[in-house]
Structures are given as C-alpha cells and as structure tokens.
C-alpha cells in the first residue's frame, strides 16, 4: 500500500479529511462552518489500508503547493487540492528527509500563508482563519478564526 511520502511525492493526498502520517496512521477530522466559523474534531484514529479497503485507490485529490517555507530544520508547505474548497499542509523533516505528518481538509479552502512560531504551525486559509498545530503533535491543532 502506498505510504503518505508515496502521495505527496506525486502531488496527491487521499480524499478524507484527516492528519496523515507517514507510517499509515490516519485521525480522521470532521470540519465544518457554524455561520462563518470553522469548526473542527478529530473523530477518530483509522488507518490508509482501512480507508482503500471501502474506498478506490483514485479516490485521492492532486494539489498545488502555494508556499513553501524551512523553519528550524523543517520544510513546512501548503496549498489547494483539486476541488477548490479544499487545503493540504504538510511537514518535512529536512535533516531525516522524512516526511512527518499532512493535513487534507476538503472544506477549508487552500492555506496559502504559513508561520512558524515556539514550534507550532500557523496555517492560514484564504476563508480567514489561522490553523495552528504543533510540529510534535499535530492531533493537538487548534483554530484561531
């Protein structure tokens, strides 16, 4: 089964809003607006095996990369996917060449600016709210709208 270095190398990222990490762990999220808000949970944690055995392996989408920026010895990008609604961010760490985690959430609209602040993530989304996550623990994001 292909691993999420697999998917980010060819610009794809399965299509299930979730933080991916490398070793085929998946928590799945469920985001949504309350009026112009973001809102968002993880659900629960699955894994990429689980999600191709009830899903078709073309169930990915392609993303553009709109920044890209190294912190502290980590390349943080992010950008859009296919459908225009929808943004990825993903960690690298430059020294291991490992890619660490990604995020794919289809109602976010593309993150098109990021920070790096006391090693945390700040990803901002063109809809206007700031992702902040942990580069060490990424199920701890939160959101600042």
Partial sequence: ???LNDFI???????????????GKILVIDSYYVG??????ILCESNINS????????????FDIICTRDYDGYRIACGEGSYGSDGI???????????????????????????????????????????????KAPEKLRLEN
Avoid at 9 to 23: E, G, K, M, V
């Fill in 1 to 3: 089964m292909k691993t």
């Fill in 9 to 23: 190398s060819t610009y794809q990222i399965p299509l299930i809003n979730a933080i991916f990490y490398d070793d």
């Fill in 36 to 41: 112009e808000t973001f809102e968002l949970r």
């Fill in 51 to 62: 999600f191709f055995s009830f899903n078709e392996i073309d169930d990915i989408s392609n």
């Fill in 89 to 135: 961010i993903y960690v690298v760490d430059i020294t291991k060449h490992k890619l660490l985690w990604g995020i794919y959430l289809n109602n976010s609209n593309p993150f098109s600016k990021i920070d790096y602040v006391c090693e945390e993530v700040i990803a901002s989304s063109t809809k206007g709210f700031k992702l902040i996550i942990p580069i």
